[in-house]
T-cell receptor, first 113, second 114 residues
Framework: NAGVTQTPKFRILKIGQSMTLQCTQD?????MYWYRQDPGMGLKLIYY???????DKGEVPNGYNVSRSTTEDFPLRLELAAPSQTSVYFC????????????FGEGSWLTVV | AQSVTQLGSHVSVSEGALVLLRCNYS??????LFWYVQYPNQGLQLLLK??????LVKGINGFEAEFKKSETSFHLTKPSAHMSDAAEYFC????????????FGGGTRLMVKP
């Protein structure tokens, strides 16, 4: 039972580069989320999805894009990396059958230089 | 819309002392409430949750929290702190309509002194 899997765990990007953070869950959850966590701060919602083919903006969506072609996968795309996007990124999914318990991936540490 | 406020971004206690981490929420409908713990350079781990039923909820590692509707609070407690409890703790809320967004508090860093 893998749960929520994120890759890569660590990445250093140069300003202006693009990359995709991968997120996969094997629990058949409809709801998936991307959060970022800045040093000493709480988690801010970037994008979320309530099911395959449906995505919506969260609190801090600028500079990011997402897609949800399948129930399992919810990749996060950074098109033109900026230093302000240096952060830890967490993918998560919710189990509606267990009281909206949220399951987190282990995080992706991204540094933009 | 819902919101969460954690009072105190840093809390320091001595080993063996009571741990009290405060969380207040605002919600237009009955909420689901959660506490998560994050150890350095790791992801978030569920400590405990309140959905319905008993308002005193027991979690892992000896932690518990009590849902007090009249005070809109969900404070986290542990009778006796251990050095291994040093971590960041996050309170979170979602509404009881399934799949709503989880809203996090700003986090409280717990430090445990020997």
């Amino acid at each position: 039972n893998a749960g929520v899997t994120q890759t890569p765990k660590f990445r250093i990007l140069k300003i202006g580069q693009s990359m995709t953070l991968q997120c996969t869950q094997d629990m058949n959850h409809n709801y998936m989320y991307w959060y970022r966590q800045d040093p000493g701060m709480g988690l801010k919602l970037i994008y979320y999805s309530v099911g395959a083919g449906i995505t919506d903006k969260g609190e801090v969506p600028n500079g990011y894009n997402v897609s949800r072609s399948t129930t399992e996968d919810f990749p996060l795309r950074l098109e033109l990396a900026a230093p302000s996007q240096t952060s830890v990124y967490f993918c998560a999914s919710i189990s509606q059958s267990s009281g909206n318990t949220i399951y987190f991936g282990e995080g992706s540490w991204l540094t933009v230089v | 819309a819902q919101s969460v406020t954690q009072l105190g971004s840093h809390v320091s206690v001595s080993e063996g002392a009571l741990v009290l981490l405060r969380c207040n929420y605002s919600s237009s409908v009955p909420p689901y409430l959660f506490w998560y713990v994050q150890y350095p350079n790791q992801g978030l781990q569920l400590l405990l949750k309140y959905t319905t039923g008993a308002t005193l909820v027991k979690g892992i590692n000896g932690f518990e929290a009590e849902f007090k509707k009249s005070e809109t609070s969900f404070h986290l407690t542990k009778p006796s702190a251990h050095m291994s409890d040093a971590a960041e703790y996050f309170c979170a809320v979602t509404l009881n309509n399934a799949g709503n967004m989880l809203t996090f508090g700003g986090g409280t860093r717990l430090m445990v002194k020997p």
